[in-house]
């Protein structure tokens, strides 16, 4: 309850009448409840705070909505280096549960409903990175039911097995790719998550909002970031020079499979795959060429290497890494999504400054 505050506390906090704060409800602006035996409606304080940030800006508090700063998410949380998926330590969840389990877990949901059906000929036409979205456009392109927001989080889990069954080259039931699906579920407001959000607060249907994720994943900073490290892993288990393969990964300063704008150390994700990897195939060339990139590099590894190195063990190519992380993420995306359906509509708007 520490989250929601009275009518005549919001009203004081925003310096308005009483009338103005459940005009901004009509609108849309402001969510509130009511609690059996309160005389008061109770106003999310985020909300609140964050009108209040927008007034003393200059700007009508009305107009402003939410800023970005004030947005916060149940789904994952980042914590002293550590990621945890709706409070449980990501190494907890990946050692209890495989990753249907995990998906359960994360979207809230213990039964899936059955995804609508779709052909899969034209879908196999094109590059394996491109047949999850496209699956679920098509799915959103034929779905009556598209725009409902009713039971989103089951027909997301319904549709994992779709999504599977599009990129047949991959055995998503292997436990290295079960397992990296799942590292990969959410890792905070990431760009994806984040633009899934923002396609949810304008009440896209829970597709079209996976579909804006989709998008910001796409890029080579995100989820196409994995084919870099693939190429630099396969580099060396080919045979190049180590130093000769580091220097070529290198673009704009950036060496994949390495660094990360949130783990300042290694990352917890990497670790929990390699050593599973460590575990099953000690004798991995694969592995054996991660770990002379990781001595050689001397930086903090992250989950794009360790992706690498499942794609390039498993012979299912460089654009394998960026499949599994549409697989994996779009839990998470979904799982953003649904929750930003609680929060006010179109709050995700900046400021140009004029």
């Known amino acids: 309850m520490d989250q929601w505050i009275t009518t005549s506390e919001a009203a004081a906090r925003l310096g308005v009448k009483r009338g103005t704060l459940y005009s901004y409800v009509s609108r849309g602006v402001l969510e509130s409840k009511r609690q059996p035996g ?9 909300q609140i705070d964050s009108l209040a940030d927008a007034k003393h ?20 949380s980042i914590r002293d280096g550590r990621l945890y998926l709706r409070g449980r330590d990501i190494a907890e969840v990946c ?23 779709v052909e899969n000929s034209g879908i196999a036409a094109v590059d394996v990175e491109r047949r999850i979205p496209l699956t679920v456009a098509l799915i959103a392109a034929h779905d ?7 039971d989103a ?6 549709l994992v097995p779709v999504l599977a069954a599009a990129v047949p080259e991959i055995d998503f039931a292997h436990p290295w790719v079960d397992l990296l699906a799942k590292t990969l579920i959410d890792n905070g ?14 009440r896209a249907g829970v597709f079209d909002a996976l579909l804006a994720g989709y998008a910001a994943l796409s890029g080579p900073l995100h989820g196409g970031a994995p084919a870099a490290a693939y190429e630099l892993v396969s580099a060396v288990v080919d045979g190049t020079p180590v130093d000769r393969a580091l220097a070529d990964a290198v673009v704009e300063g950036r060496l994949p499979g390495f660094g990360h704008v949130i783990y300042r150390g290694p990352d917890p994700r990497a670790q929990i795959v390699f050593d599973r990897i460590r575990r099953d195939a000690p004798d991995s060339a694969a592995l054996a060429a991660a770990d002379q990139i990781i001595a050689r590099a001397g930086r903090a590894v992250n989950i794009d290497l360790a992706s690498a190195v499942i794609a390039r063990e498993l012979g299912v190519g460089p654009r394998a890494g960026e499949v599994l992380f549409q697989y994996g993420r779009t839990i998470g995306m979904a799982a953003h999504a649904v929750e930003e359906y609680g929060e006010a509509p179109l709050r995700w708007r900046g400021s140009s400054g004029g």
């Open 38 to 46: 309160q005389s008061e409606s109770l106003f999310n304080r985020t």
């Open 57 to 76: 800006d200059g700007r009508r508090a009305g107009d402003r909505l939410l800023r970005f700063r004030a947005v916060s998410t149940q789904v994952s």
């Open 95 to 117: 050692a209890e549960m495989d990753f249907a389990a995990a998906a359960r877990f994360v979207l809230d949901v213990d039964e899936p409903l059955r995804a609508p059906t």
């Open 144 to 150: 009556p039911l598209r725009s409902d927001r009713t």
């Open 153 to 158: 989080s089951a027909r997301v889990l319904g």
């Open 189 to 202: 407001l990431a760009a994806s998550t984040t633009a899934a959000r923002v396609a949810a607060s304008a």
